[in-house]
């Protein structure tokens, strides 16, 4: 049986299930001068698109894993923060952010 509201429950219930992808432009990842001060941003292509912001000396490096239909421009927002010493590695999963 195939009620008129079936295809709007489908909706929401795929939008829990796979909310939609977060693309944004890539000069937003570009930190403000005051971090290209603190970091050096290096990118680095793998299977995917690797950002990471280190400092120089570098300890320890953050691997930011977003959510689901997030991206990795949330791990930017916490670049002002960061310690002394202490880089982030940021990167898109598939279907998340611009990677398709």
Partial sequence: KHYPHDSILQELAH???RPPRFAYNPEILKPSRKLKEKFIIETHYLPFELTLYRQE???YVILYL???GSSSFEGTLFL???PDGVGLACFDFNGCGNRA
């Fill in 15 to 17: 939008m829990l299930i």
């Fill in 57 to 59: 000396p570098m300890r």
């Fill in 66 to 68: 977003h959510g689901n």
């Fill in 80 to 82: 002002p923060p960061m």
